[in-house]
Structure formats: structure tokens, C-alpha cells
């Protein structure tokens, strides 16, 4: 059966080929992606941008929903949109690479809720981000 968030992993967001992000894993409970940082990623003073870390949580937590309401008994693969995202920055760092990890917190046949952590360098939390997302 095909994995119903092959185009979204698979470089069928352009969003996710312009940032560099990688897929690691995407299943229906667990999704994890990285992105090594670039000078591109950083603001005028060397952090990495509050938008790029946003971007890999909801990037990550949107494949993970996908494939989630698609694995439910009778759910189907059509594309989610997130309509609501909670994110609290507790670090930084200026460089290196950030991993998201996203976890299912509830998937329903309207619904699907996913907490997604990233991290940076030596495990260190960068930011938790909350998402809500509903079929688009």
C-alpha cells in the first residue's frame, strides 16, 4: 500500500526541498525529520530563525497526520491543513543540526492532534510545538 505521505516526504513539497529538510521516519504514531543549518536559516544574528523551527515541527507534524488518519479504518489519504499551532521557544543555538520528532496525540475521523519537539545539538530542546490539523 502506498504511504499516503509519499508526496509530502517524498519532495512533493517544495516547501520542504527549498528548507533541506530530511525525512527519517514516518509512520502512523511517530514522524521524525532533520535539517542541517545554514547561513540561510539564521537571522541577522546567528540564531536559527523562529519560522525555520515552526516550519520543520509543522512540516514533520503534517506527515505524520497524514499518514495517521489515513491508517484509521475507513480513513482516507486526502492532504490536512493545520488549523491551529501552539509553539513555545525555550532555546536556541547557531548552528548544527535540529530534529523534529512528532508523536500522535489523537486521531479521529475529522481531527488529528500531534506534539512535536525539536531539538538541537546534544538532545537539547529548541522548541514544543502543538498542532491540530483537519482534512483541506
Request: net charge negative; with cysteine; proline share 2%.
Amino acid at each position: 500500500m502506498r504511504n499516503p505521505s509519499d508526496a509530502w516526504t517524498g519532495g512533493g513539497s517544495q516547501f520542504v526541498t527549498d528548507m533541506g529538510m530530511r525525512y527519517l521516519e514516518v509512520t502512523a504514531e511517530h514522524a521524525t525529520a532533520e535539517l542541517a543549518i545554514e547561513d540561510r536559516h539564521k537571522t541577522p544574528v546567528g540564531a536559527i530563525h523562529a519560522g525555520v523551527l515552526v516550519g520543520v515541527a509543522d512540516s514533520t507534524a503534517t506527515a505524520l497526520a497524514i499518514t495517521a488518519r489515513s491508517a484509521l479504518e475507513g480513513g482516507d489519504a486526502s492532504f490536512l491543513v493545520a488549523i491551529d499551532l501552539h509553539a513555545v521557544f525555550l532555546a536556541n543555538q547557531q548552528g548544527g543540526t535540529i530534529r523534529a520528532e512528532s508523536r500522535l496525540v489523537r486521531a479521529g475521523r475529522r481531527v488529528v492532534v500531534v506534539r512535536t519537539v525539536v531539538t538541537g545539538d546534544a538532545g537539547r530542546t529548541l522548541c514544543e510545538v502543538t498542532t491540530t490539523h483537519v482534512p483541506g
